[in-house]
């Protein structure tokens, strides 16, 4: 087990490596000057490009480089934005709970909808409405999420006008970013009407959270419809049924808790397509995260931004298979004894 | 739900593992029975935000500062003009005239070259977490504020870039000769010659009173570029917050002495996308909207809760025609042109009839229009005579630069300049579009290195001297705004002779002269005045549109009554 969980941090070590490794030449590539790209400061004066030659050892062999730029990465200095010349770090702790939030909502959101209907399918399989939720998670997983987006804002927000279609919480309510999680904050602060502001995020957070939790959805629904079937049809379930237990506790005691680990395993896989998604989502409604803002970098070809959040995103997704994984080895005996980790 | 599970790492045996399971079993019972009541009480419901106080303005970027004397940038002067700051006098859209501001009384003296002002007592300045002001508003307050503009060796007058681009089209540094203290609350300003437009230009939004004290303040504890960043004004609202791309936020001033404004707070919801500010107007996250398209007015009018507010602007947009250079240092070559656009066409096409054609420089709005002006009708045949006399028959190639960025007085120029080339083909003139972004455009210009320019121009108060002292006259060459490259001595002796009277009828046969010259010689060919547009839901009132730009919340109250009967549906 521990030798299993070395692995597993050696692999996560030496993939952020080559991910470190690639951003660095995609820096050297790039026009410009490599200092400039590095630390974001354009036209540096005297002193300050004595400070980023000393940081970044420019003045040394390029794998001196690549390490310095590892290093002040690692603590925390991704230069500052060639368009506003704050600091990235800085500006990047500010939109990443926006897009966690997002995220994780979607996660939870599609979880909610996916497994029963997934459980459903499975006992019902081969009936109408096995039939009828694979088909509709079929149309649900080819759905474009931008064309999603633009349709939900088109009808809920501006035709219907149920929803709020942009931001993440009407700015009269002043509430200050600490957590940066909007409902957090609005637990935090002191306004006078919280309970509006409450209903107010909600309704701002609906419609991405939806857009973003259609596709995982669709995916917990196919992979909790096999595996339960594969459960369900295991000598252990017949068995139960031969001796007359409620079909209720022998899919929810017996058949669900085996058949929800690959289920958990696929959502990991699933994270990198979420951010994707979710950088899509939040320029469609506006919402002020990570992928709004890497967006706008691209456009105004902003080198350093770019490169942090291929750091933090990749970096990001990495650490989070690599955690899943070793906690569904934990929580699954049978899977150790792939020690190796070939899957 | 997943660390719990980590514990069992160490070891696992057989019950640890049943215990595991029922554990599990018990989280995704409480799971199903939490879907089901989520998805059953998932009903979506807007908020009217009805309860609290404020009105959020959807506005189109980011402001440079907080200063709009540094700036003839509009988006800086809606953030800050008549929010955070007042004037000594100020214009009245309504009245059309010139009323009393922070100072409630002035004189002009009666050779027109001394203004005294008579200074408004006990109103307060503005105090933030740094600042506490421990004195009204007085006359060093009025001094500090124009001295930082005209005099360059003043220690503010470099703080954040030095320039003042309003006051330097206008001269304040020559035209002002001097400010007279006479008692706190009494300023004279003696100026070098007399200038029919200075009261209006004093009363422009970019002549804002700053506090002296809050300047000094900052000079002692070294933190001077707060003093535009960090704005301490006397105005109806409080600057409260900036964050950057995001939004501004204001509170309520409850010391203004104009009267304490209605709403609590006022929040910038900063949304450059024109088709987001509308798509938040409609779902209630905004109040009032900048700037919407031409193409979008439709919509806004079909929708019963918005209000769209029209408003002629003092604007222009025009051709200019390089009068130095081959052929349209020839007057009939210019006249040709004149006869052969189709202003019509390009106001469907382009402002989707939101403006008016321009005959004159002037908009008719203006107290100076030359109504009797002989307009150059759209005449192709009467273009190619034109043209034939001029030894062009056979056409010629011009160059037309333009920038692509999105204007008050055009919404589209790269658009126009494509229909002004496929109008003037048909006359035999080849156009060649040259576009450049619009800071390298107005750069660019100052060389003189193109046939015609398709520009404009925004008039900062209601003087006409503002539509041609700074674009056509001699002086303005220099400068580089005169984008036709054209000097006529007669022109400006008219310009120069209206000035010199203060009274109205006397200056209007002068403008009326310079008009019909402009006319005849045609160093520009004048294509549409554009109207001005906002938007605002219904709920909200006291917002009114002002032709010279700068929008003001000072009266902007929320419906009440109104409010509460959407809600009970």
């Known amino acids: 087990m521990w030798f299993y969980i070395a692995r597993r941090i050696n692999l996560f070590v030496f993939t952020v490596a080559v991910l470190y490794l690639l951003v660095f030449l995609m820096m050297s590539a790039l026009p410009g000057d490599l200092a400039t790209n590095l630390s974001g400061v354009k036209n540096p004066t005297i002193t300050q490009t004595d400070i980023i030659v000393e940081q970044y050892k420019l003045d040394k062999s390029w794998i001196n480089q690549y390490l310095s730029f590892i290093n002040q990465r690692i603590h925390g200095n991704f230069g500052v934005s060639f368009s506003n010349g704050s600091p990235i770090f800085d500006e990047m702790l500010t939109l990443l709970p926006a897009t966690i939030e997002l995220c994780v909502y979607a996660i939870f959101i599609a979880l909610l909808i996916g497994l029963p209907l997934g459980i459903i399918a499975a006992v019902y399989y081969k009936k109408t409405s096995d039939s009828f939720i694979i088909g509709a998670s079929l149309v649900g997983y080819s759905m474009p999420v931008f064309w999603l987006g633009v349709i939900a804002i088109m009808y809920f927000g501006l035709d219907l006008q149920w929803l709020p279609v942009a931001g993440r919480l009407n700015l009269l309510y002043q509430v200050d970013a600490v957590t940066g999680f909007t409902l957090l904050d609005i637990y935090l602060s002191d306004i006078q009407y919280k309970n509006l502001a409450y209903h107010d995020a909600l309704a701002h957070l609906i419609m991405p959270t939806l857009t973003l939790a259609l596709i995982p959805a669709t995916v917990v629904i196919r992979i909790t419809r096999t595996s339960m079937l594969e459960e369900l049809n295991a000598n252990y379930i017949k068995a139960s049924k031969a001796r007359g237990v409620h079909p209720f506790i022998i899919i929810f005691n017996h058949a669900l808790p085996n058949a929800i680990q690959p289920v958990l395993s696929q959502i990991s896989l699933q994270l990198s397509t979420l951010l994707t998604s979710a950088m899509v989502t939040e320029v469609i409604f506006s919402w002020p995260g990570i992928g709004q803002w890497l967006i706008q970098a691209t456009y105004q070809q902003d080198y350093p931004t770019i490169s942090a959040g291929i750091l933090i995103c990749a970096g990001f997704v990495i650490l989070i298979s690599v955690a899943t994984d070793v906690i569904l080895i934990a929580t699954t005996p049978q899977r150790r004894s792939a020690v190796h980790g070939s899957s | ?569």
């Open chain 2, 1 to 569: 739900m997943l660390f719990p599970l980590g514990v069992t790492l160490a070891n696992i045996n057989q019950n640890q593992r049943i215990a595991m399971k029922n554990w599990l079993n018990l989280i995704l019972k409480s799971y199903f029975f939490i879907a089901v009541i989520a998805l059953a009480g998932c009903t979506p419901n807007i908020d009217n935000n009805s309860l609290t106080p404020g009105i959020v303005y959807c506005s189109e970027g980011d402001p440079t500062s907080f200063n709009p004397q540094l700036t003839t940038n509009e988006t800086t002067t809606d953030a800050s003009s008549y929010q955070l700051y007042n004037r000594l006098v100020e214009y009245s859209p309504s009245l059309g005239t010139i009323v009393p501001g922070l100072a409630h009384r002035w004189f002009i003296s009666d050779d027109a070259t001394r203004y005294t002002f008579y200074l408004r007592k006990n109103v307060k300045f503005h105090s933030n977490d740094n600042f506490t002001p421990t004195r009204d508003f007085n006359a060093d307050d009025v001094i500090f504020s124009i001295n930082r503009i005209i005099d360059s060796a003043h220690s503010y007058h470099n703080i954040s870039g030095g320039d003042y681009p309003f006051f330097q089209h206008v001269g304040f540094t020559d035209i002002i000769n001097k400010i007279v203290k006479v008692n706190d609350y009494m300023i004279t300003i003696h100026l070098t010659e007399k200038d029919a437009s200075f009261i209006a230009n004093i009363a422009a939004n970019f002549m804002i009173i700053q506090s002296k004290e809050y300047a000094d303040q900052l000079i002692a504890q070294d933190r001077m570029n707060e003093l535009d960043n960090v704005p301490i004004g006397t105005g109806p609202f409080v600057y409260d917050s900036y964050f950057h791309n995001n939004h501004i936020r204001y509170k309520a001033n409850s010391d203004y002495w104009d009267g304490t404004p209605e709403i609590e707070q006022l929040v910038f919801n900063i949304t450059p996308k024109s088709t987001n500010r509308i798509a938040k107007l409609m779902t209630g996250d905004c109040d009032v909207s900048a700037l919407p398209q031409s193409s979008e007015i439709d919509v806004i009018r079909k929708n019963p809760t918005l209000e769209l507010q029209i408003q002629t602007g003092f604007n222009i947009s025009y051709l200019g025609l390089n009068t130095e250079r081959v052929p349209f240092n020839n007057l009939k070559v210019r006249q040709a042109l004149a006869h052969a656009i189709n202003k019509k066409a390009i106001i469907e096409a382009v402002y989707y009839g939101s403006a008016t054609i321009a005959d004159s420089i002037l908009p008719p709005l203006s107290w100076a229009y030359n109504s009797s002006l002989k307009p150059h009708d759209y005449d192709i045949n009467r273009a190619k005579e034109l043209l034939t006399q001029a030894g062009f028959k056979d056409g010629f190639t011009m160059s037309l630069w333009t920038s692509p960025e999105q204007r008050i007085y055009n919404p589209n120029s790269q658009k126009t300049a494509e229909l002004i080339q496929g109008q003037l083909s048909l006359v035999g003139i080849k156009v060649e579009i040259v576009s450049f972004g619009w800071n390298i455009f107005t750069s660019k210009l100052k060389d003189y290195q193109y046939d015609s320019v398709l520009t404009g121009w925004t008039a900062n108060n209601d003087d006409p001297d503002n539509f041609f002292r700074p674009l056509f006259s001699c002086a303005a060459l220099l400068s580089g705004a005169n984008k036709v490259n054209w000097c006529d001595n007669d022109f400006d002796e008219q310009l120069n002779k209206a000035i010199e009277f203060s009274v109205q009828r006397k200056r209007v046969p002068h403008y009326l002269k310079a008009q019909q010259s402009l006319n005849q010689l045609m160093p520009l060919i004048p294509i549409a005045h554009a109207l001005r547009f906002q938007v605002k839901n219904r709920n909200i009132g006291g917002v009114s549109l002002n032709p010279y730009g700068s929008i003001s919340f000072a009266k902007a109250y929320r419906k009440k009554q109104k409010n509460k009967q959407q809600v009970k549906k």
